[in-house]
């Protein structure tokens, strides 16, 4: 348990359907993260906030849409996705200036 | 060019032998490196990090870096099955993005 929590574990997903990826850490962390992880590709970073602001946008399409409320939740909001949108979507926190990012346990997302 | 590349792998090597797996990056400025491990299915968890040029060394791991050669590795010794995963590098680089490469797969034999 790394004390970042990701709900749900799965999730299976029209292409017309509304969805949110939902993001908890009990660390005490000020930055989280968005990353997908396609197979045999490397993490892909989508979005970065610090103390609640987004600071990064790695040229995520529109139909992911990152919330953060406060510094210890994170949700990202899904809408009209592709098939190519299918992968392991992960949340991260760390402690800025600290360089270590912890992960939750991803969402597998599969979108038909 | 990729910021961050692996062999792939898999990488097969019998219990007990020592694992070597090699990074390279692109970016010179880089001052921090990580290694991840990941078990199919789960999430990728911090196992070693380094800054200085040299090696260092945590239980059955050791990080090597030598930053004039943009080079980075971890070797594990006595290998053990349950040392069966994909391990991850990642570089910080000198603007605060941290890139991760695609990964070695490391398959421990008994």
């Known amino acids: 348990e790394t004390g970042v929590t990701q709900t749900p574990r799965h999730l299976v997903m029209g292409m017309t359907n509304k969805k949110s990826l939902k993001c908890e850490q009990h660390?005490?962390?000020?930055?989280m993260y968005w990353y997908k992880q396609s197979a045999k590709k490397p993490l892909e970073l989508m979005f970065v906030?610090?103390?609640?602001?987004?600071?990064e946008n790695n040229s995520v399409p529109s139909r992911f849409s990152p919330e953060c409320p406060n510094s210890s939740h994170l949700f990202l909001h899904l809408h009209t996705l592709q098939p190519e949108d299918s992968a392991l979507y992960l949340c991260?926190?760390?402690?800025?200036?600290?360089?270590?990012?912890?992960f939750g346990s991803g969402t597998q997302l599969s979108v038909l | 060019q990729k910021e961050v590349e692996q062999n792939s792998g898999p990488l097969s090597v019998p219990e007990g032998a020592i694992a070597s797996l090699n990074c390279t990056y692109s970016?010179?400025?880089?001052?921090?490196f990580f290694w991840y491990r990941q078990y199919s299915g789960k999430s990728p968890e911090l196992i070693m990090f380094i800054y200085s040029n040299g090696d260092k060394e945590d239980g059955r791991f050791t990080a090597q870096l030598n930053k004039a050669s943009q080079y980075v590795s971890l070797l594990i010794r006595d290998s053990q099955p349950s040392d069966s995963a994909t391990y991850l590098c990642?570089?910080?680089?000198?603007?605060?993005?941290?890139?991760f490469g695609a990964g070695t797969t490391v398959t421990v034999r008994a």
């Open positions: 660390l005490g962390h000020n930055a």
């Open positions: 906030y610090n103390f609640k602001e987004q600071t």
């Open positions: 990642a570089v910080w680089s000198n603007d605060y993005k941290l890139s």
């Open positions: 970016d010179r400025g880089s001052q921090s």
């Open positions: 991260a926190s760390r402690m800025t200036p600290n360089e270590k990012l912890f």
